[in-house]
């Protein structure tokens, strides 16, 4: 698996597109939002690609998939933030769908290379 080394895969790209989209609306929202929300998004928003190049960097199937699932609960946390300022009107909802979009792909992306990794060493897996 030789795709130029992490840069190269899609859904670390897009983990890298979503920690930029995050970092501008977190800083448009620091009249609105409580800071704590905002670190929190950013520091979700970090794991994600981090979690990602670790991963892949990693000599062992199994431990990579321990990086993806790490990856997707980032996922889950910024997902629960944005529910958070979409309750609370904290943020425009343009910005919000513009996110949640890149959430869903990203979502699609993390489940692909989850799926691949199973396939490529299944017999590192637990049963389910």
């Known amino acids: 698996m030789n ?6 895969l899609t859904v670390w790209n897009r ?4 920690v930029e989209l995050i970092y501008h609306l977190t800083t ?3 009249a609105s939002a409580p800071p704590e929300v905002l ?3 950013r520091r979700s928003a970090l794991a994600l690609p981090t979690h990602l190049a670790s991963g892949f960097q990693t000599p062992s199937t199994l431990t990579y998939l321990r990086h993806v699932h790490a990856a997707q609960l980032s996922l889950g946390e910024i997902e629960t ?11 425009d909802t343009e910005d919000t769908q513009r996110l ?9 992306l993390l489940g692909c ?5 199973a396939e490529e060493s299944p017999s590192t897996l637990p049963e389910s």
């Open 81 to 91: 933030h944005l529910v958070i300022l979409n309750r609370l009107q904290w943020a």
């Open 3 to 8: 795709f130029r080394g992490y840069h190269g």
């Open 28 to 30: 448009e929202l620091t």
């Open 15 to 18: 983990a890298v597109d979503l």
């Open 113 to 117: 290379l989850e799926r691949y990794l």
């Open 100 to 108: 949640q979009s890149l959430l869903t792909h990203l979502d699609q």
């Open 39 to 41: 670190t929190a998004m």
